[in-house]
C-alpha cells in the first residue's frame, strides 16, 4: 500500500537480497575461516616433529609449554635442575600418547641456568639428544621481592644470572649451529615487567628489561641467518613463581601473591607460546588490557605513569608498615 511504511526488519531483509550483501558476508566469513584453517594447519605443521628445548620444564609455564608442544608432536629436549620432576614429566607424557598424532619421547638435560661453565656444557649435552635444535624457548626464571635499599647486590646477580646471563649463555651455545643450518627460532618468555618496572621489583623488572633489549637486538642481527627470534611478555600467571621469588636478603619469598593466584592459567598461556611460535611472532604481550595500557601510558604519558608508580609504592609500604 502506498505510502505504509515497512517495519525496520523487513527493511534490513530487503536491503541485504536487492543488494547480495548477505551472500558478500557469507562469502567473507567463509574466506576468513579457510584463512584461519590454513593459519591453523601453518602451525601445527611447524611444530610437528621440531626439536625443541624448554627450560623451567618441571613446574609451572614450563611444564604447561612442554604438554602443549609434546601433544602438538614436537620432539622435546626438557631441562631443569630438579631430575625427579624432568623424569616424572617425561613419564607424564611418554603415557599420554595416542595413536592420533605421532608423539616423540622427551630426553632430560639437568643443569643450573646460574652456572654459565655448566650451561654451556649443557648445550652441547642438548645438541647431542636430537644432532640439532629447532627451537629454543628460553622459560625458566624467577622473582624477587624487596626495596632496593635492603638487598644485597649478590641478590641483584642472583636473578640477574638466572633469567639474563643463563639464557644468553646458552642461546649463544645454541646459535652456531642453527646458523650453520640457517634454521632456527629463539624464543624468551620475558615478563610484563621487561617493558615496565613496578616498585619492589627492581632486580626481576632488570632482568627482563635487560632480556628484552638482548633479543630484539639477537633478531635484527639473525635476521640474514634465517633465525627467527620471538619475545613473549605475560601478564600474571597462576604458577610457583612468586612462592619461589628471592627476597632481599636471598631467602625465599615463600607465599603465594593474591595477583599471581588470579593470573592466567599456565596452560592456557602455553597455548599462546605455541601460537605465538606456529605464526613466527616477533613480540608478543598475553595479558589484560591494564598491563598493556601501562606499557602505553609509559612511552606516551611517563611523567604520569611515574607518578602512579609513586603512589603504588607508597601505598604498598604504607599496608606493610601497618
Ligand atoms: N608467573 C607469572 O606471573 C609470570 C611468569 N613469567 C615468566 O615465566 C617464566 C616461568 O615462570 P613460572 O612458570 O611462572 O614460575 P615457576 O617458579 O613455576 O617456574 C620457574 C622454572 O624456572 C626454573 N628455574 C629457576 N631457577 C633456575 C635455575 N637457576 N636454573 C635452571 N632452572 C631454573 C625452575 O626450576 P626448579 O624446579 O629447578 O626451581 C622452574 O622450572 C619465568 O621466566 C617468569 O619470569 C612472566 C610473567 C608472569
Ligand atoms: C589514567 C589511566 C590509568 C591507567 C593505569 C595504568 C597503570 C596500572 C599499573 C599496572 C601495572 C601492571 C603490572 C603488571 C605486572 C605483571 O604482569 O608482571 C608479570 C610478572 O612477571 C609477575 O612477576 P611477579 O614476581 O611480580 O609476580
Known sequence: MAGRKSPPKEKVMDLMSSTSILPLL???????????????????????NTVVVITGATSGLG?????????????LVLCGRNIEALEELTRELTASHTSQKQTHKPYTVTFDLADTGAT???????LQCFGYVDVLINNAGISYRGTITDTT?????RVMETNYFGPIALTKALLPSMIKRRQGHIVTISSIQGKI??????????????????????????????????????????????????????SRYGAL???????????????????????????????DWL????????????????????????NERKSKNS
Open 26 to 48: 557469507l562469502g567473507c566469513l567463509g574466506i576468513f575461516g579457510i584463512y584461519q584453517l590454513l593459519q591453523w594447519m601453518r602451525m601445527k605443521a611447524y611444530v610437528q
Open 63 to 75: 611444564r604447561e609449554c612442554a604438554r602443549v608442544f609434546h601433544a602438538a608432536g614436537a620432539k
Open 120 to 126: 654451556v656444557a649443557a648445550a652441547a649435552e642438548i
Open 153 to 157: 647486590v649478590d641478590v641483584d646477580k
Open 197 to 250: 618496572s613496578i616498585p619492589f621489583r627492581s632486580a626481576y623488572a632488570a632482568s627482563k628489561h635487560a632480556t628484552q633489549a638482548f633479543f630484539d637486538c639477537l633478531r635484527a642481527e639473525m635476521e640474514q641467518d634465517g633465525i627467527q627470534v620471538t619475545v613473549i611478555s605475560p601478564g600474571y600467571i597462576y604458577t610457583n613463581l612468586s612462592v619461589n621469588a628471592i627476597t632481599a636478603d636471598g
Open 257 to 287: 601473591d593474591k595477583n599471581t593466584a588470579q593470573g592466567r592459567s599456565p596452560a592456557e598461556v602455553a597455548q599462546d607460546v605455541l601460537a605465538a611460535v606456529g605464526k613466527r611472532k616477533k613480540d608478543v604481550i598475553v595479558a
Open 291 to 314: 598491563p598493556s595500557l601501562a606499557i602505553y601510558l609509559r612511552t606516551l604519558a611517563p611523567g604520569l605513569f611515574f607518578s602512579i608508580m609513586a603512589f603504588r609504592a607508597r
